[in-house]
């Protein structure tokens, strides 16, 4: 299961320019489900277009936070195209001052617009977080994300910040990054997340892992990032996978699947 990609934005130039042949070799490595999330309304309708027909990818709606300088979503616009049947999750938003200085407060505006649409049409937050911590937490507290719950994605942040995004009912999910030989203190923060609140992911096309690292990435390496997030936990493969995957459909509502045994 890969918890967050952008197949819309995937290099297609290995597959034969197809979706489905780079879907294809993800199920051979074990990954069924996808969840393909969104960073801007501009190319929303045609994201959906290329997944609809897709039985086992599902997709989110919104604006990332360094698009909100640009493009602020009324909540109302959110909440209208939350309706569509693939569209499980709000986002991704959040904030990131990282690349974000200077717009601050239009990350925030945008960032408590999409709380009050995953509030009204009861679909969890997909959270993107970069050098905004405090901020981060207190905007979920102060607009009820608990409410709705969701994820803080390709989490590389202090254990802190993870406890208490727990304590607000979010779960937090690794991408390649926890395999990068400097994320030692991150792969520590893997070790202690519950395993009811843990979840893997690609970002893909972004964020290879190891020995992946700098090549174009896409969703069948998750099971590599998997992979390390097992080793780190002493669990076996299958035991890691089976839980991040019932996390998956409990988060995100989507029917079960039959796991492993």
């Known amino acids: 299961m890969d918890s967050h990609c952008h197949l819309d934005r995937l290099n297609l130039d290995e597959f034969d320019g197809e979706l489905d042949k780079a879907l294809a070799i993800a199920r051979t490595a074990d990954v ?3 969840l393909c999330v969104s960073v801007n309304l501009q190319d929303w309708p045609a994201m959906v277009r290329q997944i609809e ?14 698009d909100a300088d640009t493009a602020i979503p009324e909540p109302q616009e959110l909440v209208a195209r939350s309706t569509h049947p693939k569209v499980v999750a709000l986002g991704e938003t959040g904030l990131d ?13 945008a960032f408590r617009n999409h709380i009050a649409a995953a509030r009204v049409c009861g679909k969890p937050l997909i959270v993107h977080t970069r050098d905004a911590r405090h901020d981060t937490i207190n905007i979920l507290r102060d607009e009820g994300a608990d409410a709705v719950g969701g994820v803080l994605h390709c989490f590389t942040e202090t254990w802190e910040m993870a ?53 174009p ?45």
């Open 163 to 215: 406890r208490s995004a727990l304590d607000l009912g979010f779960y937090i999910s690794f991408s390649g990054i926890v395999t990068f030989r400097s994320a030692e203190s991150l792969r520590e923060v893997a070790r202690k997340i519950p395993s009811d609140r843990l979840l893997v992911e690609t970002d893909s096309p972004y964020l290879s892992p190891v020995p992946d690292r700098g090549k």
């Open 53 to 66: 027909p897709i039985d086992d990818v599902w997709c989110s709606v919104g604006v990332h936070p360094c």
């Open 97 to 109: 001052y990282h690349y974000g200085a200077g717009f601050e407060q239009a990350q925030q505006h």
């Open 217 to 261: 990435n896409h969703p069948a390496r998750v099971r590599q990032v998997a992979e390390c997030v097992a080793r780190v936990r002493d669990v076996p493969l299958e035991q890691l996978a089976d839980r991040t995957t019932e996390n998956f459909f409990r988060l995100f509502g989507q029917p079960p699947i039959r796991l492993h045994g």
């Open 32 to 34: 069924g489900h996808f």
